[in-house]
């Protein structure tokens, strides 16, 4: 199974708004019925940490600023109002028609 | 509070197995809601999908991985373990335990991680 693909970089100003891209196949992020799409953060030396399930939803403590969508083969994850503690790494993750699961290669947000 | 723990030998001769063991507290792993998963990621590099244990012992590993990998559990201990046979410097990485709700594939909580490297 091959990763999915993510930019390597994104980058935006404090209170801006960002998206990032996640795409795949029909076989994962395109499986039909399939919402079982995540994201995740992860700062320098530290676990990754769900920020984004079911393709919309946002675990308890997480912040209204992130958001997830998803349209045939590609998810996004958009972070609005941008902040210094943003700067960090995102994964996205997908359930596959295998029956395994996938991460993206990840994207590095930097916060200018 | 969930937690999960690794821990295990930091570092691995080539052609040996690695060895791990990831250790839960405020959670079961007899619980049928849950998947407990082993995740990777090498050096400076993006997150690898290894594979999952149910309480049953049934498991899903990843292709690419399944003829060198056994995900085992053991309840009496509230445990899950990875074995990674036949390593080679490729496998460096730093390997995380996590927690996957049943019909979900997303993990919701996981270990600190520990960096297990394959060197002579």
């Known amino acids: 199974q091959s990763a999915l693909t993510q930019p390597a970089s994104v980058s935006g100003s404090p209170g801006q708004s960002i998206t990032i891209s996640c795409t795949g196949t029909s076989s994962d992020v395109g499986g039909y019925n399939y919402n079982y799409f995540s994201w995740y953060q992860q700062h320098p030396g530290k676990a990754p940490k769900l920020i984004i399930y079911?393709?919309?939803n946002r675990p308890s403590g997480i912040s209204n600023r992130f958001s997830g969508s998803k349209s045939g083969n590609t998810a996004s994850l958009t972070i609005s109002g941008l902040q210094a503690e943003d700067e960090a790494d995102y994964y996205c993750s997908s359930y596959t028609t295998s029956g395994t699961r996938v991460f993206g290669g990840g994207t590095k947000l930097t916060v200018l | 509070q969930v937690q999960l723990q690794e821990s295990g030998p930091g570092l691995v001769k080539p052609s040996e197995t690695l060895s791990l063991t990831c250790t839960v507290s405020?959670?079961?792993?007899?619980?049928?809601?849950?998947?407990w998963s082993w995740i990777r990621q090498p050096p400076g590099k993006g997150l690898e999908w290894i594979g999952y244990v149910y309480y049953s012992g049934s498991a899903n590993y990843n292709p690419s991985l399944t003829t060198r990998v056994t995900i085992s559990v053991d309840t009496s201990k509230n445990q899950f373990s990875l074995k990674l046979s036949s390593v080679t410097a490729a496998d460096t990485a730093v390997y995380y335990c996590?927690?996957?709700?049943?019909?979900?594939?997303?993990?919701?909580?996981w270990g600190q991680g520990t960096l297990v490297t394959v060197s002579s």
């Open positions: 079911e393709v919309t």
């Open positions: 996590a927690r996957e709700p049943r019909s979900s594939a997303w993990h919701d909580y």
């Open positions: 405020g959670a079961s792993v007899t619980s049928g809601a849950y998947y």
